[in-house]
Nanobody, 116 residues
Framework: QVQLVESGGGLVQTGGSLRLSCVAS????????MGWYRRAPGKQRELVAA???????NYADSVKGRFTISRDSAKNTMYLQMNSLKPEDTAVYYC??????????WGQGTQVTVSS
C-alpha cells in the first residue's frame, strides 16, 4: 500500500504563493499517476492537477498558468507550486496516487485559505 502525507497549506493573501508537498511511502514503486485534488466549501472534490510517471501533466482550467505540478522521484515527493492565489482557491487540498493496478491512495488533506 501507498501512504501519502500532504503539507504546506496555510493562510495567504490574494496574489500570494504556497508550495504544497506530498510525500509517498510504502509501495511507492507501484505509483503511476499522482495528482492534487481540492474540495471547496459546498462543492464537490475536483481535480487540480495531475502528473504521470512519464511526466505528462494536466491542469484544471481554473489554475492553468498559475499552478505547477511536479514530482521528485528520488524524494518520493510530489509538489504543487501555487502562485497568484485567489480566494476561489480556498479549499482542502488532497494528494492522490494511483497504482499500476489502479488502486487509489489519498492523503489526509491540507487546508489552503486565501483571504481577499
Amino acid at each position: 500500500q501507498v501512504q501519502l502525507v500532504e503539507s504546506g497549506g496555510g493562510l495567504v493573501q490574494t496574489g500570494g504563493s504556497l508550495r504544497l508537498s506530498c510525500v509517498a511511502s510504502g509501495s511507492i514503486f507501484s505509483i503511476n499517476t499522482m495528482g492534487w485534488y481540492r474540495r471547496a466549501p459546498g462543492k464537490q472534490r475536483e481535480l487540480v492537477a495531475a502528473i504521470t510517471s512519464g511526466g505528462t501533466v494536466n491542469y484544471a482550467d481554473s489554475v492553468k498558468g498559475r499552478f505547477t505540478i511536479s514530482r521528485d522521484s528520488a524524494k518520493n515527493t510530489m509538489y504543487l507550486q501555487m502562485n497568484s492565489l485567489k480566494p476561489e482557491d480556498t479549499a482542502v487540498y488532497y494528494c492522490k496516487a494511483e497504482s499500476l493496478a489502479r488502486r487509489i491512495a489519498w492523503g489526509q488533506g491540507t487546508q489552503v485559505t486565501v483571504s481577499s
